[in-house]
């Protein structure tokens, strides 16, 4: 992630960089976005993270593309293993997103990621218990976007979507980008 008193360029001509920069942070901000836990999988390892840039990208086939920082442990993951499965999670459920910050600790007996249970996916990519649904997915194709890669995936299976409320950015008071 970009330092976060860098100031990153272009700016407009005559344009005060400081306060462009905080205007156009605030607006990136501002863009609705729902909040995520990204499963990623490759040989034994396994991990989940908080992501909330993600979307559906095509209809034939049905992909959905995810942004992931290339310096994350689930960047490497979903690289090597060519999958990830991107699970929605209830409104109520807001804390569990503050558990997935950073690499988390798999204990493959007990099936837990920092203590939250999960299954495995067709594709082998873990998604917790506590999901109301979730997109497994295969990856196509990757663009490097600067910070970050953007990974396009085609779903491959999907489960649960009934009831609860999915969790947005708004739910939390963590911001990311901008
Ligand atoms: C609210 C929130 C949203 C986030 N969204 C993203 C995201 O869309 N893409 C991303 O690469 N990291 C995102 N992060 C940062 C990752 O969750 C964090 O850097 C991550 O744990 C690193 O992943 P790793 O466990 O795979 O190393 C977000 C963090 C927060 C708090």
Known sequence: MADRHELVGPFPPGSDPESYDKLRRRLLWQLPMGLYLLGSAAGEEKNLMTLNWAMQVATRPKQLAVSVERSALTHRLVAEGGCFALSLVSRQD?????????????????????????????????????????????????????????????????????????????????????
Do not use: W
Not at 132 to 138: A, V
């Open 94 to 178: 807001r804390a569990v997103v503050r558990k997935f910050v950073k690499p988390a600790i798999h204990d493959r007996e007990k099936k837990t990621l920092n203590e939250v249970a999960y299954k495995t996916a067709t594709t082998g990519a873990p998604i917790p218990d506590l999901a109301t649904g979730y997109l497994d997915c295969e990856v196509r194709q990757s663009l490097e976007a600067g910070s970050h890669t953007l990974f396009l995936g085609e779903v491959v299976d999907a489960g649960g979507g009934e009831g609860s409320e999915v969790l947005r950015m708004e739910d939390t008071r963590m911001s990311y980008g901008g």
